[in-house]
């Protein structure tokens, strides 16, 4: 009997349902702020640091005693200790999805232990020198997102063999113990193989999450303003990079919960010539501004001296008409000058270069003392600045320039001609006053998501329509071993931890 085939109609239904689903998960995924792409062209510099780290681990090595007897002999391998590590070849590369491998071949390992022998009433003992020789060590980092938004070492595999080992026996029983050898550095190469993966585990999940806990992730930038950098989704990672995508949003410390809706282009990452890449959308310098505007940073006021004295005269004799009208307790009162954005200021980006506008309110004001103040003037300002950004150690610093600049009325437009011979000295004052102070503090910057002791140098800034990637390499600043032992957690010097997986799961 055929199968009853469903209507049309129906069918169409659930197409299009199915459709409008997939639209809305898009619809509401969330856009980053921030980008991060780490290229092949950085494993080399990692793996010059990883591996110094991993044989500094693998000299930790602790192995079981081997005791035993065969026939009337017997014997006890004790106080085995790694002298040295070899490594000949090496290979650091991403695997496809979220994987970090690591090959190593033909390395060789330094021992040294100390033998007894018993046989009847004859005792040997002393220490040996050893090699353990043909070692291959396979491991695989998987890296994900955890429930904070932070990049962790989520799971290690690892594959570990020794091939061979060697002991140069010697002393009273030479003889026997070149007739034991064989039987005594089997045992020892099936310990040894057991002892390789646990301190790779212990090494990826312990100490290198130790060193991922010091990229920030919600910190604060100044006492008002923080930035969230949870990551969105879990690291991606194809056969030439590793991509990574930040919410990349400033807030007001004042309001915590508060976040600005993510409607910027996204940030896109093509190029793979540097080690590393950052992109920053607009949305990263308009939640930046925002959230300076909701504390109510974003306004000056120079009273008295601090008005420059030209602009003081220009002032008075401007709104001169005005000021002799007032009572003589009046007249010689301190000038005001308050500026105060309307708005919050909105960052453009495009392939010529970066732009900021703003829009603030100018009053001006005679304050005279213990009465209010005298309102002069209210005006409107427009102003644009160039912004250049430049990444320097591992914070994204900014440079504003003044370039256009003017003032009209809110309230006439005859008054807004009255106002041009203000254009000019309002301008200066903004250049020589008010300038230096903003870029002193946008020069300061903001830390990009690294970990301690790495930093980007000889970056290149490259502007696009909606958002700007800047690509460097990276250096460190300090060893990897000495970032490690500085965040150490208390409670990981046992490299053997109880969660440890299954020793190596190669064949010995």
Same mark, same amino acid.
Not at 165 to 173: L, R, V
């Given at each position: 009997m055929t199968p009853a085939t469903p209507p049309t109609g129906l069918l169409a239904m659930v197409l299009f349902g199915a459709l409008f689903l997939a639209l809305l998960v898009g619809a509401h995924a969330e856009l980053p702020g921030c980008k991060i792409r780490i290229t092949s062209k950085a494993l080399e510099l990692v793996k010059k640091e990883g591996l110094l780290f991993l044989e500094q681990e693998l000299e930790t090595i602790t192995i079981p005693d081997l005791r035993g007897r065969e026939g009337q002999f017997y014997y006890n391998i004790s106080e085995v200790k790694v002298t040295e590590l070899q490594l000949t070849s090496s290979e650091l590369h991403f695997l496809p999805q979220q994987e970090l491998m690591l090959q190593i071949t033909n390395a060789s390992l330094g021992l040294r232990f100390r033998r007894q022998l018993l046989y009847w009433i004859f005792y040997d003992g002393g220490?040996?020198?050893?090699?353990?020789?043909?070692?291959? &060590?396979?491991?695989?980092?998987?890296?994900?997102? =955890?429930?904070?938004?932070?990049?962790?070492?989520?799971?290690?595999?690892?594959?570990?063999?020794?091939?061979?080992?060697?002991?140069?026996?010697?002393?009273?029983?030479?003889?026997?113990? =070149?007739?034991?050898?064989?039987?005594?550095?089997?045992?020892?190469?099936?310990?040894?193989?057991?002892?390789?993966?646990?301190?790779?585990?212990?090494?990826?999940?312990?100490?290198?999450?130790?060193?991922? =806990?010091?990229?920030?992730?919600?910190?604060?930038?100044?006492?008002?303003?923080? &930035?969230?950098?949870?990551?969105?989704?879990?690291?991606?990672?194809?056969?030439?990079?590793?991509?990574?995508?930040?919410?990349?949003?400033?807030?007001?410390?004042?309001?915590?919960?508060?976040?600005?809706?993510?409607?910027?282009?996204?940030?896109?990452?093509?190029?793979?010539?540097?080690?590393?890449?950052?992109?920053?959308?607009?949305?990263?310098? =308009?939640?930046?501004?925002?959230?300076?505007?909701?504390?109510?940073?974003?306004?000056?006021?120079?009273?008295?001296?601090?008005?420059?004295?030209?602009?003081?005269?220009?002032?008075?004799?401007?709104?001169?008409?005005?000021?002799?009208?007032?009572s003589p307790a009046v007249i010689d009162s301190p000038l005001k000058l308050e500026l105060q954005a309307t708005a919050p200021p909105r960052c453009t980006i495009k392939p010529s270069g970066t732009t900021i506008s703003v829009t603030a309110s100018v009053t001006i004001a005679l304050v005279p003392p213990d009465q209010p103040e005298v309102q002069l003037s209210s005006m409107i300002m427009d102003a644009r600045l160039s912004a250049k950004m430049a990444l320097r150690g591992k914070a994204l610093r900014t440079q504003l320039d003044l370039r256009r600049f003017r003032i009209y009325s809110n309230q006439s437009a005859l008054e807004s001609l009255a106002l041009i011979p203000l254009q000019a000295p309002l301008k200066t004052m903004l250049q020589i006053g008010v300038m230096p102070m903003l870029n002193e503090r946008t020069w300061r910057g903001v830390q990009i998501p690294l970990p301690e002791g790495i930093n980007f140098v000889r970056e290149v800034v490259m502007n696009h329509a909606g958002f700007l990637t800047i690509g460097a390499d990276l250096h460190f600043a300090k060893g990897l071993r000495e970032v490690i032992e500085k965040n150490r957690p208390a409670n990981a010097r046992d490299p053997w931890p109880s969660s440890a997986p299954p020793s190596s799961t190669a064949a010995v």
């Open positions: 220490y040996i020198n050893a090699s353990a020789e043909g070692v291959s &060590i396979r491991t695989a980092l998987q890296l994900s997102r =955890d429930p904070n938004g932070r990049m962790k070492v989520s799971n290690v595999s690892c594959q570990a063999s020794v091939t061979r080992m060697h002991a140069a026996f010697g002393g009273t029983f030479r003889k026997v113990y =070149d007739f034991l050898s064989t039987f005594i550095t089997s045992g020892m190469r099936f310990l040894l193989n057991q002892q390789i993966c646990p301190v790779l585990y212990h090494a990826g999940t312990v100490l290198l999450n130790s060193l991922l =806990d010091t990229v920030p992730v919600r910190s604060s930038v100044d006492e008002l303003v923080g &930035i969230d950098y949870s990551l969105l989704k879990d690291p991606v990672a194809s056969t030439s990079n590793l991509d990574m995508d930040f919410r990349g949003s400033f807030f007001p410390l004042a309001e915590g919960n508060w976040s600005l809706p993510n409607r910027a282009v996204e940030p896109q990452l093509q190029e793979e010539e540097r080690m590393v890449y950052v992109a920053f959308s607009e949305f990263f310098f =308009d939640s930046a501004m925002e959230s300076y505007f909701r504390a109510g940073a974003l306004q000056l006021s120079l009273v008295g001296d601090k008005v420059p004295h030209d602009l003081d005269m220009l002032l008075r004799a401007t709104y001169f008409g005005s000021i002799v009208l007032l």
